[in-house]
């Protein structure tokens, strides 16, 4: 897919997640927002996916290790075709199947429940470790946040990770530099990352995540190497897309009211229509 097609799928993705949340009045946006192109390049470029057969037993696996952004996850999933757009509108509701965090027993296209975060990674490691065993040629794809990197979980699974020469698992990171209570530096550095990841014997490479040129070097990159799991640190904005948003820890976890609402879906309305002007 051309570059401007993905940039207007992404730019979908972010209207989807604003809705969802707008819709529940709770959820997480700003790191759904920073990791939108990151979703969409996943889903529409990189994994060997078919929305028609989610079960597909030679499927590339995603797990969404910070699962608090299942608001991105679910979006991208809805407009590549695993279920209703519409749908999204039912994020958090009672009885519905778009949980707060991902559910792999109700949610077409999840291949694990998360959201305690530490855990998702564990949880691909064991994939790609189980690929490997049985012989599969599958990837597995995670996808965490650099606040997430203060568990000591994460590198536990990475150790292993590292130690199996496991060149079936990228591990992704969005680095917005932000978490729930301020900046990750401040809170408790997980810096330097990509020299933290490389002591644990993975392939690191560092991209822009807003930049689907560098999108495609990285994971090409990551294809090529074997003998070593890789580690993409995707350097992003948090709350991209939406003015009022973006480098602002507060909208981590918060819903945007119905007047922010029209201000965010006008930002993203206005880079849709500059966009089909390109």
């Known amino acids: 897919m051309e570059n401007l097609e993905l940039q207007k799928k992404a730019n979908e993705v972010r209207k989807g997640i604003v809705t969802a949340v707008h819709s529940a009045k709770a959820g997480h946006p700003g790191g759904s927002l920073s990791a939108a192109d990151v979703f969409t390049y996943l889903y529409y470029e990189e ?40 749908d999204l509108k039912t994020l958090r509701k009672l009885g519905s199947y778009l949980q707060g965090h991902p559910d792999m027993k109700h949610i077409p296209g999840v291949d694990m429940s998360s959201g305690s975060l530490g855990q998702g990674i564990s ?14 040629d599958f990837r597995v794809y995670t996808l965490l946040g650099d606040g997430e990197l203060q568990e000591g979980q994460v590198w536990e699974a990475a150790m292993l990770a590292g130690h199996r020469k ?68 995707v350097h992003s904005v948090k709350g ?12 981590h976890g918060t819903a945007p009211n119905d007047e922010q609402f029209a201000v965010a879906m006008a930002d993203l309305e206005r880079i849709g229509e500059e966009l089909c002007q390109k």
């Open 47 to 86: 994994m060997n996916v078919d929305p028609q057969n989610p079960k597909m037993e030679n499927r590339d696996r995603f797990v969404l290790s910070k699962g608090h952004t299942a608001p991105g996850l679910y979006s991208t999933l809805a407009h590549k075709g695993y279920f209703p757009v519409e």
């Open 240 to 251: 991209k897309g939406v003015s009022f948003m973006e480098n602002k820890a507060a909208w």
């Open 123 to 136: 949880a691909a490691v064991g994939m790609a470790l189980g690929a490997k065993l049985d012989g599969k």
């Open 166 to 233: 496991l060149d079936n698992l990228v591990a992704i990171i969005d680095n917005n530099g932000l978490q729930i209570d301020g900046k990750v530096d401040d809170i408790c550095s997980p810096y330097p990352i990509d020299k933290k990841f490389e002591a644990f014997n993975f392939h690191v490479i560092n991209a822009d995540a807003h930049d689907f040129d560098d999108l495609r070097r990285a994971f090409k990159e990551a294809r090529e190497t074997k003998g070593m799991p890789t580690a993409i640190v």
